[in-house]
């Protein structure tokens, strides 16, 4: 509505910067932690996020910025991940709308509809995996 203001500006730049992949992480798990579908995943993996945030910001700068540095396998982390806090569809489902609202909240531009697309491509690979656990098979 006119003359009412947003409540955050809307973002005019991508992401292009290490500081840029940095906010995105950061804002992300700041939305994530506290979200009743997911804090309580993290929570029962006993996540250290001193080590967690640096990791996920090379998986990122890897993805987005052609930086190298990142040398894991995403899905086949998640293995454990399953063992531990197992998460299914309902969670995923949750994780892709908040990192879409995050990122959309933050960047606009062709990387940041890149992260959102490869976000929703794990998130959908993951789906598999836990599939495949809860219906007993071991990939
Ligand atoms: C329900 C959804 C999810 C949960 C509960 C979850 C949870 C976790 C946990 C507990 C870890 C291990 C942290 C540690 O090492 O201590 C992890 C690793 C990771 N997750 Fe997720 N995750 C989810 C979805 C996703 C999605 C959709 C992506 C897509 C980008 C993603 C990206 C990563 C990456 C890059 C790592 C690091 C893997 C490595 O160790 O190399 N996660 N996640």
Excluded: C
Aim: hydrophobic share 45%; glycine share 8%.
């Amino acid at each position: 509505m006119a003359g009412v203001p947003l409540p955050t500006a809307p973002p005019v730049a991508d992401i292009t910067t290490t500081a840029d992949v940095e906010l995105l992480v950061r804002r992300f798990y700041q939305a994530a932690i506290p979200d009743p579908l997911l804090g309580p995943l993290f929570e029962a993996a006993g996540i250290d996020w001193s080590v967690h945030i640096p990791l996920l910001r090379r998986f990122w700068e890897r993805e987005l910025l052609d930086i190298p540095g990142y040398g894991g396998n995403v899905v086949g982390a998640h293995r454990a991940v399953l063992d531990t806090a197992p998460f299914g569809r309902t969670n995923l489902d949750r994780w892709v709308e908040l990192f879409d609202e995050t990122a959309d909240e933050l960047f606009i531009g062709p990387v940041a509809d890149h992260a959102k697309q490869r976000a929703a491509q794990i998130a959908a690979a993951l789906a598999t995996l836990a599939t495949r656990r809860t219906q007993g098979a071991n990939p």
